[in-house]
């Protein structure tokens, strides 16, 4: 791999010396470079530098203009308005960086400085009980993160934590018990294909609930025998367990069927639901009490915190055990905690989760921090997200009130995808224009979600997220399917080559200057865990590239042929770049389109 320093990196460098130079006490000063549309890069550092020595701002800047040695990166440097600094990038120094990243299978992108264990608990749905659209955005996100951060070198530890525990296992299982039938499946079922299991084993976990319920609310003698089978549960009575896990085996069939048409790989050994906490609570419980840190409230084992309170001013806490005994989902939360750090020896632990779920994990970490099991070492966020909408602007709903079906919701984009793909491209064959689909529809709702800032809510529009133009992921797709549509048509009379000693038009500049943000973006987008930056920075890509194809022609350039080369090469890189951005936010990108 070849570490290969950006223009922007490269300038930040020389500019501070220069600054050091004119101002030997501000040896570690920032020039405040920034990319500016009246030059390539402005520092607007020099400003703060002269205020605080009691400099004039001009003529500091012409001082440090005069430090900054004429080179090979920089082209022109003049000092405007009361202390800028423009600076213009020498054509050759852009190209020449951009051939060395095109040399490298990374694209120059480098390794994070000090990469460590990451745990991330994303893709939760529950066992039993259908997918909808909630279950999308936590999915789709902690796709994009784990694929972002594996590629910055972190070790990920991914994690399911699926909702596989509790007292509604206890009507189920009595009711199979009782029916012991209900979960068999047809002998053909499995050639099927992955889907049409998937639906069936839904439909046959739908059915059960329906009439398990049916009778929990008709007959309390069932009822009871319920509730005694939610104890033989707890205590881990191998029958009752057995028919626990298909339970959890028949949802996961379910679950698969639907991540693969999400086009999100889900392995079986991450799959660690709250389930697997169980032996783990009583210890939480026991260390918790004797810590101080809960203490028994009305018979329940409670956290109490100075800062969180109710609409009464009553504190409220963060029940870790029921006064009947019984465990929730706060319990097992700080038992993964505990598992993540110590068994797993995990540096930073993520959770994407909807934004709903703030005050429970607010809660929660403060516990964990002060029960010791987090402390400095340890880096925590509650990744939240905001809510998907309806045209109408309230939750996404049915007209009935219910969750839309996840997968009803992917088999619509697809078809929506469809009739894009059909419209544009007439040669194309039934099965090619049904895979195409798929990745165009997918991608639409992928990219939708991704491009919104985290905390956002947002309007599910299949209309505007499969649209060609705009900021979808189609305008991406179809960017990328254009270059390789070109590089064939080169086929083998021209081939993608640098030439720095051409010079380069405006788009041509603008272009590059852009590719060669790459990295940076990707280790902004790191730091921050915020994937939109890296959608946003694709787009910008895209949008350059259009540009640049509506002013420089690339298989006819009038320069000769080393131009013709050197636009190919810029094609090729940018290819590059829109595949590798896109396939880390799990966007696939089909050669034509
Ligand atoms: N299964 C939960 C739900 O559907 C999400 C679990 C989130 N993760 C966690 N560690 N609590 O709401």
Sequence with gaps: ??????????????????????????????????????????????????????????ELATQ?????????????????????????????????????????????????????TTVIDYAQPNVAKEMHVGHLRSSVI????????????????RRHHIGDWGTQFGMLIQYLMEHPHELDHDADEAQAGAEAAGEASMSR????????????????????????????????????????????????????????????EIRDEDIVGESAYNDMLVE???????????????????????????????????????????????????????????ALHADTLLYVVDARQALHFRMVFDTARRAGWLNDEVTVH???????????GKPFKTREGESFRLEDLLDEAIERAAAVVREKSQELTEEEIAERAAEVGIGAIKYADLSTSLGRDYVFDLDRMVSLSGDTSVYLQYAYARIRSILRKAGDAARPVAHPELPLAPAERQLGLLLDEFAETLAQVREVYEPHRLASYLYALASAYTTFYDQCPVLK????????ENRLFLCDLTARTLHQGMALLGIRTPERL
Aim: charged share 25%; with cysteine; aromatic share 8%.
């Design 1 to 58: 791999m070849a570490l290969v320093p950006s223009l922007s990196a490269s300038l930040q460098q020389r500019v501070s010396a220069a600054l050091a130079a004119a101002v030997p006490s501000a040896a570690d000063a920032d020039p405040l470079l920034r990319r500016s549309d009246r030059a390539d890069f402005q520092a607007n550092g020099v400003l703060g530098l002269a205020k605080r020595h009691k400099a004039n701002p001009r």
């Design 64 to 116: 440090v203009a005069a430090a900054l040695p004429a080179d090979d990166v920089i082209a022109q440097i003049e000092v405007s308005g009361p202390g800028f600094l423009n600076i213009t990038v020498a054509d050759a120094a852009i190209t020449a960086n951009l051939s060395a990243r095109a040399a490298d299978e990374r694209l120059g992108v480098p390794y994070a400085d000090n990469p460590g």
């Design 142 to 157: 902690g796709d994009a993160i784990v694929k972002i951060l594996e590629f910055g070198g972190e070790t990920v530890i």
């Design 205 to 264: 976990l739908n059915r059960l609930y329906k009439a398990s319920r049916a009778l929990f609310d008709s007959d309390p003698d069932f009822k009871d025998r319920a509730r005694r089978r939610v104890v033989d549960l707890q205590a881990g009575d191998p029958q009752t367990l057995a028919l626990w896990q298909k339970f959890v085996d028949e949802s996961k069939i379910y679950f698969y069927s639907v991540y693969d048409k999400l086009d999100v």
């Design 284 to 342: 939480t419980c026991k260390l918790l009490e004797e810590s101080g840190v809960a203490v028994r409230s009305n018979g329940a084992l409670c956290v109490f915190f100075d800062d969180i309170k109710g609409k009464d001013g009553e504190p409220v806490p963060l029940i870790v055990q029921k006064a009947d005994g019984g465990f929730g989902y706060a319990a097992t939360d700080l038992s993964a905690i505990r598992n993540r750090v110590f």
């Design 382 to 392: 509650h990744l939240p997200f905001g809510t998907i909408l309806g045209k109408d």
């Design 557 to 564: 350039a009038e320069g000769g042929p080393a131009m013709v």
